[in-house]
């Protein structure tokens, strides 16, 4: 059974940072591709930024230059870094890794960010 967990969710003032954490149980990291996607209240899903086996990465326009997604394999984690963050990303954020060899897609329960003074 594959577990997906985010983490680092929280409150932080607009220009601050966050940085998210997802880690997996069950499974090596190394065989998924990561893509991180938030849902604010009344909106629909939408994905922020994914990284592929080539590690190319791809960002929704309104975050890119100011997120970063990243990998450790050797930690087995995904990382989304936020910089200058604005009250727009208050969402909540999940992460998705999809299982390269069967396609399927394994989805954590989300943790909430909140961008506010």
């Known amino acids: 059974q594959v577990q997906v967990v985010e983490s680092g969710g929280g409150l932080v003032q607009p220009g601050g940072s966050l940085r998210l954490s997802c880690t997996t149980s069950g499974s090596t990291l190394s065989l998924y591709d990561p893509t991180w996607y938030r849902q604010a209240p009344g909106k629909q899903r939408d994905m922020v930024a994914t990284?592929?086996?080539?590690?190319?990465?791809n960002y929704r326009d309104s975050v890119r230059g100011r997120f970063i997604i990243s990998r450790s394999d050797a930690e087995n984690a995904v990382y989304l870094q936020m910089n200058s963050l604005r009250t727009e990303d208050t969402a909540v954020y999940y992460c998705s890794l999809r299982q390269r060899y069967s396609g399927i897609d394994y989805w954590g329960l989300g943790t909430q960010v909140t961008v506010s003074s």
């Open positions: 990284l592929n086996e080539a590690g190319l990465t």
